[in-house]
């Protein structure tokens, strides 16, 4: 993440391997400097597979109890695409808390919670959503190919659906 917020030019980047930028972040930051967000990190996973798996299942189960789809690829990818936008609906304002205490964990006193806090306070509850449609675009494919696949490994070897 660090890498990643320095700037797209050459001219700009003040890492060149990932082992400068810990060797950077360990000097001005402390061994402590390498885990920044890691706590919103586990939290944001939680919330993920807590949204993911779940959505996925509802999803498949009213499109099949109301007639609408019969099992196969087309209710999977469907019910799948629906749980991609739940999953990127839920899980933005975390991505967003990680990714500042990554890039800025110091400013905060490395307190996920007074990040949080200080940009609704600062930039509104809105701001939670930045970048909502590049992480649809990154979470959408990644769900549907993990409920796809999770589908076929079901099917080849013998479970039935639920």
Known sequence: ?????????????PFTTTLCCWKRVVRTEGISGLFCGAKAFVVRSSVLTGTQIPSYEVSKHYLKEHGIMEEGTTLHLTASMAAGLAATATCSPFDFIKTR??????????????????????????????????????????????????????????????
Request: net charge positive; charged share 25%; hydrophobic share 40%.
């Open 101 to 162: 205490m990554m890039n800025e964990g110091a400013r905060y006193d490395y307190n996920s919670w007074k990040c949080f806090t200080q940009s609704v306070a600062k930039e509104g509850p809105l701001s939670l959503y930045k970048g909502a449609f590049a992480n649809w675009l990154r979470l959408g494919p990644h769900t549907i190919v993990t409920f796809l696949v999770y589908e076929r490994a079901r099917d080849c070897f013998g479970v039935k659906p639920v």
């Open 1 to 13: 993440v660090k890498m990643q917020a320095t700037g797209w030019a050459e001219s700009e980047k």
